[in-house]
T-cell receptor
């Protein structure tokens, strides 16, 4: 089954404790992206990647890191989480070929930083 | 960069009636306009999209219209059903390597 998986689905942590949210897709997509969803603010892009070893900042990159060492994986790293990073996070992927750009979203990771 | 405005933020309609959600965008270079549906506890899922060389696209009970001159596009859902209750997001982008900018979402409530 074609899908984007994220782990963990729920996470409660404390300020300053490094964490990683994993994202994996099995559709051979070149493009992968991380979004955060907050009430009243919609979906805001954190980082994206157009292929292995190619990453770039989105609209709200502060406090986050990403890496793309393999095509299927795109982990989101919070080196020193703060309470303002409490949010619902989504990973998404798509082909880069023009005309075939549907973004497939993962199920989401709800993060609470105390 | 691109800016997408979406209205209304909440829409309540009677089952069987039609629902319309509207979006405007700012970047005239945008040429790809998808609509996503997010059900409770799930990630957004594409329901329909339109490209700038087309003015309207229909898929059963849902349709999208695009007015490039005015830079706005709309989602139309006819004969609404309880399973249409969800949050709907519009987005705009260049397609391909360009990312998508999303609207803030519309919570659609179908009243029985």
């Amino acid at each position: 089954e074609a899908q984007v998986t994220q782990n963990p689905r729920y996470l409660i942590t404390v300020t300053g404790k490094k964490l990683t949210v994993t994202c994996s897709q099995n559709m051979n997509h070149e493009y992968m992206s991380w979004y955060r969803q907050d009430p009243g603010l919609g979906l805001r892009q954190i980082y994206y990647s157009m292929n292995v070893e190619v990453t770039d900042k989105g609209d709200v990159p502060e406090g986050y890191k990403v890496s793309r060492k393999e095509k299927r994986n795109f982990p989101l790293i919070l080196e020193s989480p703060s309470p303002n990073q409490t949010s619902l996070y989504f990973c998404a992927s798509s082909f880069l070929q023009r005309g075939n750009n549907e973004q497939f979203f993962g199920p989401g990771t709800r993060l609470t930083v105390l | 960069g691109e800016n997408v405005e979406q209205h209304p933020s909440t829409l309540s309609v009677q089952e069987g009636d039609s629902a319309v959600i509207k979006c405007t965008y700012s970047d005239s270079a945008s040429n790809y306009f998808p609509w996503y549906k997010q059900e409770l506890g799930k990630g957004p899922q594409l329901i329909i999209d339109i490209r700038s060389n087309v003015g309207e696209k229909k898929d059963q009970r849902i349709a999208v219209t695009l007015n490039k001159t005015a830079k706005h596009f709309s989602l139309h859902i006819t004969e609404t059903q309880p399973e249409d209750s969800a949050v709907y997001f519009c987005a705009a982008g260049g397609g391909g390597a360009d990312g998508l900018t999303f609207g803030k979402g519309t919570h659609l409530i179908i009243q029985p």
